[in-house]
């Protein structure tokens, strides 16, 4: 399939420039439409699902977009490294071979400054694009240092491209975005995801706190919207893996959320296991009150 030249818009490119990170954008966005553009060419078109667990799949579309993805950033800077959901973590490229890979996301810590590290997720909701919902993306992140730096979230079922640079704001479609909080919170619409067992009684207090609650099956988008306000806050206690929220959670945060572990610590943290995670993504103003609410 040809897939079309692509650009980054002006705004967000010049945010970039801004702290020397243009190039490192520029990927990031051209590889997330490519991806993206992949799979909307398969969507509904698929040959081949592969159960990974009795909840999770993985289609032949995972793997030919995070091949395309970490292809171009390997590309453009050979010498970083990567995570990524389907292949694992890379060592880096060593001379005259194939990078090293494990399943494990560790990374030694303290991070060093200079650790360049890109975490991916070629197709976030995979369960949602094998059945055909228009609810999935791509989320590719460039952390440095252990601090997540640059973002790119796109939904190509909506032609959606999120961004952010670290200090230089957010957007959507190159237009910057801001999250409004709303005054009160009980006229929130939250992306709320608790295990049933040992959250009922804070869901029911959070549920009863807020106006409504949804799911979307792709952790990803569903954090990359609070950062525009379209979800007033993202709660999941557990579950997450790096690559859900390392671009999502930027993102978020550039457009003027706060985001914290379910303990209120730091919510990025490159030490932590496959599914390890569990985030609070609200604004400033009503951020404390969701972590009493699960407390």
């Not at 590290?117 to 590719?140: K, R």
Request: charged share 20%; with cysteine; proline share 6%.
């Amino acid at each position: 399939m040809a897939l079309p030249d692509l650009h980054v818009s002006s705004a967000p490119e010049a945010a970039a420039r801004s702290v020397g990170l243009e190039a490192e954008l520029t990927v990031a966005l051209e590889a997330a439409r490519r991806a993206g553009a992949l799979q909307m060419d398969r969507y509904e078109r698929l040959e081949r699902i592969v159960h990974k667990s009795a909840h999770d799949v993985v289609t032949e579309v995972d793997t030919l977009s995070e091949e395309l993805i970490i292809g171009a950033i390997r590309a453009a800077f050979p010498s970083d490294v990567f995570l990524a959901e389907e292949s694992g973590h890379s060592g880096g490229p060593k001379p005259g071979g194939p990078a090293t890979t494990s399943p494990s996301p560790i990374v030694p810590m303290p991070v060093p400054a200079d650790h360049r590290i890109w975490v991916i997720d070629p197709l976030d909701g995979t369960v949602n694009y094998a059945n055909g919902i228009p609810v999935f993306c791509v989320s590719i992140g460039l952390v440095v240092g252990g601090r997540p730096t640059v973002a790119a979230v796109y939904d190509p079922a909506r032609d959606d491209l999120f961004s952010a640079v670290a200090g230089g704001g957010a957007f959507l479609n190159g237009q910057p975005i801001h999250h409004v909080a709303k005054e009160k919170m009980s006229d929130a619409v939250i992306s709320l995801a608790l295990p049933h067992q040992r959250f009922s009684r804070r869901e029911g207090r959070i549920q009863k706190a807020i106006r409504v609650s949804r799911v979307t099956g792709s952790a990803a988008l569903a954090l990359a919207y609070v950062g525009n306000g379209r979800f007033d806050a993202f709660i999941q206690a557990a579950g997450l893996s790096l690559w859900d929220i390392a671009a999502a959670g930027l993102i978020a945060i550039e457009g003027g959320a706060m985001i914290t572990d379910m303990a209120g610590g730091a919510w990025f943290d490159l030490s932590r296991g496959t599914r390890a995670t569990g985030i609070v993504a609200a604004p400033p103003i009503h951020h404390a009150a969701y972590l009493e609410l699960l407390r």
